[in-house]
């Protein structure tokens, strides 16, 4: 009003548009409206939850405004609580909540995985070991019949094989006899083939005469004496009257020829072979002579003289028949006796085969049985081992299970005083804070019945112990008022803007940023848009020191995260260009200013937070500097102990996110899985040497710390 006074024009040439606070019922419509997408999990009492939520709301809102005025008035502090901080807080509630009950739905889940896999595993083992008994008794019964089928086998073998030498034997006996036959067959035969061409001459001779060739002898009444001769010698030959009358009847006979043909010379006598040899011994009774006389008379003559050779070869050959005969009957008997001998041979190897083939099945079914005795055994131990392994965890698990169930049951009113942390808490100290967390919020949580945690702390309840032990390794102090801090810091929707005039901020930044190349800039430098525009289109974060109680216009898009997109990709306006935005950018200032006065519409763009450092802190600090001067060693062997205990404590907990990942990620049993068992071992045996190291770690830090001490 005073100002207005001072320059009148303003009340002449403008219309005065003056906004108050919202009024409360403005506030807790806003916060029932937000309220109506989110699933508190009320059950029957979800709308009696949603507007003890939305009370509350409206409750966190005042009381910051109220303890802006505490601040103001005990502090000489300026604080500006804007409807964007409420907005901020209904909105990054309803994120906050969603993203807790994830987070704690996963990690139980994942611990449910892991113990109904280890109760799966037990079971299983009971059920292993009787099947491991039954299995070993069956073996055994097949071991035995192996045996018993061995011997019988052994011994069928002995006697095939006898009965295969006496086989041999007698095969090469009969083989030689063989051998005898045929030399045999063969002597007597060739004797007979010397008789066979003259022989089969004759008959051919005989075979082309006619009955003109006979009536032509039987014509002559007193024949020429050759002619007789030879007829004498044919009436010999078929023991007949050697007369010329008896001659002649027989060469009336139409079958005379046919029955020369088949004369019987094989039994001739040996009266008539040796008539018959001595007219064969006549000079002049050779057919050539004959055939000048009569033709008929040759064949006949060619004939009589054939039978005589036959005759007489025949007797020579005989004996060697006969002999042969003998030979063959023996010879035939014995082959008997060996085609016998042979089945015999046969039925026992077939028998011997059937033996084998059954013995090979006994066998098969034998080993396949020790395999699975071998299996089962190895999966029982692969049980014990895993059940051993991982009984303590068994324990921690169902405790943890229980505790995250029991804390989703608390998040409706944990991410309530959360998301009001991180709205509103950023420019208090650690005493303001307090009094609005603990005296004014989680009271009203607890007045209006909304399920909150007994020991509620935002620290933790923003932060895991792995994160915070990084970022006291990294230079922020210890303390819970600067961890407080560093969750709003990384937590916040707005980019942070903290007032540091000890350095502390600075330099956390610096070391948890030094990795992603860190961009440090300053007002005062001129390129520092340039800078500012790289980081933002390749991801990197920057830091923007040494701010003053106004920032440069220039800044506002980003404060205001004022993206605007094009197809997948982000773009923000930076002065007169257009920039890709990388979501990896991160944007941090600090100032060094004790006690800054920033405006409204600062306040509202960014996450103020006071990094002013408490006594404890301080004191810290101080002593930090002290012994690194009068013992350097000592404080080395701190430095080096804390980054040691930080990183087996965060090895520990990798550990056990291996196990369970390993556990949750097995298909089928996890017996079968020789390689899973192994590492799950593994990973069991370095988690309990990184413990068992850890409390040595810890002992040896607080033995340190006591001669820190002055």
Known sequence: RNRMRMFPAFVNCTTIDWFSEWPKDALLEVAEKYL????????????????????????????VVDMSERMLFEMKRHNYVTPTNYLELVSGYKGLL??????LGDAASKLSNGLSKLIDTRQKVEAMTVELEETKAQLAVFQKECDEYLVVIVQQKREAEEQEKTVTVRSEK?????????????????????????????????EALNKKDLGEIKAYTNPPELVETVMQAVMILRQSEPTWAEAKKQLGDTNFIKQLVDFDKENMSDKVLKRIGQYCAKPDFKPEMVGRVSFAAKSLCMWVRAMEVYGRIYRVVEPKKKKLADAENKLAEKQASLAE???????????????????????????ELKKKAELTELRLDRAAKLVSGLAGERVRWEESVKMLEKSMGFLVGDCLVA??????SGPFLSEYRDELVQDTWVKQVRQLNVPCSPDFSTANFLAKPTVVRDWNIQGLPSDAFSTENGTIVTKSNRWPLMIDPQGQALKWIKNMERDRKLKIIDLQQPDFLRTLENAVQFGSPVLLQNVQEELDPSLAPILNKSLIKQGNRLIIKLGDKEVEFSPEFKFYITT????????????????????????????????GIVVRKERPELEESKDKLVVSIAERK?????????????????????????????????????????????????????????????
Do not use: M, W
């Open 36 to 63: 109506e997408e989110v699933n508190l999990g009320g059950g029957d009492q979800t709308a009696e939850l949603q507007k003890s939520v939305a009370s509350i709301f409206v409750t966190v809102h005042r009381s």
């Open 98 to 103: 969603e993203d807790k009950r994830k987070e």
């Open 174 to 206: 009969i083989a030689e006899e063989e051998a005898k036959c045929r030399q045999l067959a063969a002597v007597a035969q060739k004797d007979l083939d010397e008789a066979l061409p003259a022989l089969e001459e004759a008959i051919k001779a005989l």
């Open 341 to 367: 001998a042979k089945a015999k041979l046969r039925e026992v190897k077939e028998k011997l085969e059937e033996l084998q083939r059954q013995y090979e099945e006994k066998l098969a079914t034998k080993e």
């Open 419 to 424: 998301a009001a942390f991180l709205s509103y």
């Open 592 to 623: 060094k200013l004790s006690n800054p006065h920033y405006t409204p519409e600062i306040s509202t763009k960014t996450a103020i937070v006071n990094f002013a450092v408490k006594e404890q802190g301080l004191e810290a600090q101080l002593l």
């Open 650 to 710: 965060k090895k520990l907990v990798n550990l056990e996110d291996e196990i369970l990942r390993l556990l949750s990620t097995a298909q089928g049993s996890l017996l079968d899985d020789e390689a899973l068992v192994n590492t799950l071992q593994s990973s069991k045996r370095t988690s309990e040497e990184v413990a068992e190291q850890l409390v040595v770690a810890e002992q040896t830090e607080a033995k340190i710390d006591a001669a820190r001490e002055p």
